[in-house]
């Protein structure tokens, strides 16, 4: 079977895949394209919580149910499309593929097919599989949902696992994750002219000053940094919701949400504890969850394997996150695959092509590594 990544991206961006819709459409595509190269091929789907159908991929090529081996796993979702371009037309220009989705990761999807296609079953001493989930722009949803219901994977796990997501062909043994905090003060909403309201902007206001000194410590106190990260910081944020008000109203309520980065090793249980003992020492409602950092062993098979078959000296670092956060607990994962992530979610979204092209060389070489041997 013979793909070009290049017509093969271009024909999954023309799909509108965006995150709020179902994604069955690019699915059923993806699930008759892994067939025709050689994979057995399970439809995953289920309905997320606004009551839409979604459907993971899920494809594996080799000696049956033999251990070990090779994934390779992206999402078919996209962020929402924008005004200003076309963004489901897909055009060259320049050594460029535009398109929504051609970085954030239509094209290191396709890459990874391209790639797959050019090995025969008989040839793979161990087994390799392609995994396409859905919901990955919201929560990872998808991913969550195939560890636990694929018979594929749970069949008998591959050994590594490379998340494609576009580091610039670079292999990444690590990310950061999050925290978020949501601190709410009430008031009583009234017209200014009454005086009879109490706002919740003045309530909060004490431990909003609070929070601008515990900024300064996150940026400043080494406990809460991790140097193998650029930037070194967890990013702490605040964004403030009091409904949009207007001037001569009292706001009768006011969200804070706070948000850190994750990292091993960087006391983010102690940085989300201070923010929630502060809110409440100050009578406010506060709820927070957090979300996993990834981290390999930056020396391990898998990485060197990358690395081997990238030429890059050594695996890196990022500071967004992906879905290896979830990938980690069953299989030795990775991040690698073509794009910069800055290129992602953008108006005019693109990747260069012969990165694209060379990002299939580069999962050949794994699979030969790692499936052949």
């Not at 979830?326 to 299989?331: A, D, I, N, R």
Request: charged fraction near 20%; hydrophobic fraction near 40%.
């Amino acid at each position: 079977m013979s793909l070009n990544v290049v017509d093969l991206t271009s024909q999954l961006i023309a799909f509108e895949s965006e995150t709020p819709h179902s994604n069955r459409a690019i699915s059923e595509f993806l699930e008759n394209v892994l067939v025709e190269a050689g994979f057995v091929v399970e439809l995953l789907s289920y309905i997320d919580p606004n009551g839409v159908e979604k459907v993971n991929v899920v494809g594996k090529k080799g000696r049956g149910d033999s251990a070990g081996g090779l994934g390779l796993f992206s999402h078919s979702d996209t962020v929402p499309g924008n005004v200003g371009w076309e963004p489901f037309a897909p055009v060259v220009k320049d050594g460029k593929l535009y398109g929504r989705g051609s970085c954030d990761m239509k094209g290191p999807l396709a890459a990874t097919i391209v790639a797959a296609s050019r090995f025969d079953a008989a040839q793979l001493e161990k087994p390799l599989f392609i995994a396409v989930t859905s919901d990955e722009e919201n929560g990872h949803i998808g991913s969550y949902y195939i560890v636990e219901h694929s018979k594929l994977l749970t069949g008998g796990w591959p050994e590594f696992c490379v998340v494609c997501e576009p580091s610039e062909l670079l292999p990444v043994y690590a990310h950061k994750g999050g925290a978020r905090i949501n601190v709410t003060a009430y008031g009583v909403s009234a017209h200014t002219s009454t005086d009879k309201g109490e706002s919740a902007n003045f309530k909060i206001a004490p431990f909003l000053a609070e929070m601008t000194t515990l900024a300064q410590t996150f940026r400043t106190e080494k406990r809460f940094q991790n140097n193998e990260f650029s930037p070194p910081t967890n990013g702490f944020n605040l964004v403030l919701d009091d409904g949009g008000v207007p001037a001569n109203v009292t706001a009768g309520k006011t969200v804070a949400t706070l948000g850190l980065r994750a990292m091993p090793n960087a006391a983010t249980e102690e940085a989300v504890q201070m923010v929630v003992d502060r809110a409440k020492a100050h009578g406010l409602d506060v709820d927070s969850r957090t979300f996993s950092h990834f981290y390999a062993d930056p020396n391990g098979p898998l990485a060197q394997a990358a690395c081997r078959a990238t030429g890059a000296e050594r695996a890196v670092t990022v500071p967004y996150g992906t879905e290896a956060v979830t990938y980690q607990k069953y299989m030795q994962s990775l991040v690698l695959g073509p794009g910069n992530i800055a290129q992602a979610h953008t108006v005019g979204e693109w990747i260069d092509i012969a990165q694209l092209e060379e990002a299939v060389e580069v999962y050949c070489r794994l699979i030969e590594e790692l499936c052949v041997g």
